[in-house]
């Protein structure tokens, strides 16, 4: 829906507002018009109910504004303060994105906010989310119709405007008029609803179903009836945000239930890998259900001093052997190669090693493909295949970190060779939020922190920053600690911490099948 369908971000010389819905929860359900624009918006108006992981697509100097709820339930904007924001903001001429859960036709109060843009002559578009309603049914294993069950289903909001003197829901026709119910907004109102539809003519034994924050990591469903979901929630806890989901349908989820059967569902699990590399192994982790909290204990910066690098390039062919420890290392060397005037050509005739697969694959984006990777991935493992192939005499250049292991070069120096190390970047702790992480590993709620490197092990130690050996046991003995492989295994333990989880290949895939092994058919312990 637009008001000029020929206008784009791009060519908009006025400014606009786009009502875009988020969707339930999981950002990957936005659609990709909503994405497209919050990567061109200048100013993102947001609410209590969308993914805050969305807001990683707006640009770093765009205007974020939070209108959602703050402690206590109170809210940051009142409806007509929102109204006030998003006219101005377009009146400076600038490109407005609301982005609002679910979508904003549906319980959004969307076209409330459309009615004042109208009214003070604002351009606008409207973008559809998935709503909340299909997406709890969804992901709680329940189809809101099916032929066997019903083939008519209303959505319902269980929390109407008060200022209006009566409801305008028709309990008595919506009782047995339509086979699926959902009910946004209902929790705090769920014996009143309950009652009305069954005084209203709806068995008390008809399933009914309730899921909070749906599609998400915290996703939580229970089952009754309408006689008894409310001792259900009661029992369980339930908060808002959830939908009831009422008829005969909700039978199927015990056939159908999916999302919160995965392996990892309901484990939180802290990845500590640079904020660049992290994506890979949080995909995964996720794909499999868990909650991933990403704290970078890394940051990745150039070097201030290239001299050695630079030295080495300049007489690239008198080597024989370029060797890769990491996919940091490619990229950086290759950066620094490029930055002096040169190509991949000047490669030619040098054979390349790689540590692993993943470094491998980095390679291959520049159009190279490595001449040797060991079986074991890990410094040692490389050096031992290196010296079957016989080194002595030859001329080795080895691009890395300013601070890495010695293991390799020291093997291949043993062994005769010449080992030229070039620093081609650094690795810094970057700033992050300590206490947050502490009180989340005090309080157990963390399942387990996985580890990549050495230093991810010695900046992650630094992040949380124990007083002593005590504090460092109290703040992980409740959490299971994963290593990618001996190195960073052998870092954990010099700390004095065990190393729980460790797969036997050193890969990003063989260390989520290891704890999604380590995980499977343990309970998770409340609290």
Not at 111 to 137: K, N, R
Not at 346 to 354: M, T
Request: proline share 6%; hydrophobic share 40%.
């Amino acid at each position: 829906m637009t008001t000029n369908a020929s206008s784009s971000p791009s060519q908009a010389k006025t400014g606009k507002v786009y009502l875009v819905g988020a969707g339930p929860g999981d950002p990957g359900l936005i659609t990709l018009r909503g994405k497209y624009l919050l990567e061109h918006a200048e100013v993102v108006v947001y609410d209590y109910l969308a993914n805050p992981k969305l807001l990683g697509y707006v640009p770093k100097d765009a205007q974020l504004v939070y209108a959602g709820k703050k402690g206590g339930g109170l809210h940051a904007f009142t409806q007509e303060g929102i109204n006030r924001l998003l006219v101005d903001y377009a009146g400076q001429g600038k490109m407005v994105v609301r982005l609002k859960g679910g979508d904003p036709f549906i319980f959004g109060r969307g076209a409330e906010e459309i009615e004042e843009l109208v009214a003070a002559g604002i351009d606008f578009e409207v973008v559809p989310g998935v709503t909340s309603a299909t997406a709890a049914a969804t992901y709680a294993g329940i189809p809101i119709t099916h032929r066997g069950y019903t083939a008519s289903v209303a959505f319902v909001t269980g929390h109407e405007d008060p200022a209006k003197e009566s409801s305008n829901i028709a309990w008595d026709k919506l009782a047995t008029g339509a086979g699926t119910i959902v009910i946004y907004m209902g929790i705090k109102t769920l014996p009143t609803i309950t009652r009305k539809l069954i005084e209203h003519g709806r068995s008390p034994d008809t399933p009914t179903a309730v899921v909070r924050w749906a599609s998400t990591p915290q996703q939580r469903s229970v089952v009754g009836t309408l006689a008894t979901i409310c001792e259900v929630v009661r029992q369980a806890d339930i908060k808002p945000p959830a939908l009831i989901i009422v008829g005969e349908v909700v039978k199927l989820r015990s056939t159908i239930d999916w999302f919160e059967k995965r392996p990892l569902f309901g484990r939180r699990i802290v990845v500590t890998r640079t904020r660049e590399q992290a994506s890979d192994l949080v995909a995964r982790l996720e794909e499999q259900g868990a909650e991933v909290l990403e704290y970078a204990t890394i940051h990745i910066e150039p070097m201030d001093d290239y001299r050695i690098c630079d030295a080495a390039i300049a007489e690239l062919g008198s080597y024989q052997w370029l060797l890769f420890t990491s996919i940091n290392a490619v990229s950086h060397f290759f950066r620094r190669l490029f930055a002096l005037g040169h190509d991949s050509r000047l490669l030619a005739g040098l054979r390349i090693a790689a540590v692993g697969r993943a470094t491998a694959d980095e390679l291959g984006r520049y159009g190279l493909k490595a001449d040797l990777m060991p079986d074991t991935f890990t410094g040692q493992g490389l050096a031992e295949a290196l010296l079957q192939t016989g080194m002595r005499g030859s001329r080795v250049l080895l691009p890395r970190a300013l601070r890495a292991s010695d293991t390799l070069p020291e093997m291949l120096a043993d062994a005769g060779a010449q080992v030229t190390i070039a620093p081609v970047y650094r690795n810094v702790p970057p700033a992050g939020p300590r206490e947050e992480l502490r009180d989340q590993l005090l309080t157990g709620s963390i399942d387990a922190v996985t580890f990549t490197s050495s230093s991810t092990v010695t900046n992650f130690l630094s992040l949380i920053d124990p007083a002593d050996a005590d504090e460092l046991h109290r703040l992980l003995d409740r959490t299971t600690i994963a290593a990618i492989g001996p190195i960073t295994a052998g870092a954990i333990r010099e700390h004095g911490l065990p190393v729980d989880i460790q797969p036997e290949r050193y890969t990003i895939d063989d260390l989520v099948r290891a704890i999604v092994a380590h995980y499977r058919n343990r309970p998770i312990q409340a609290g």
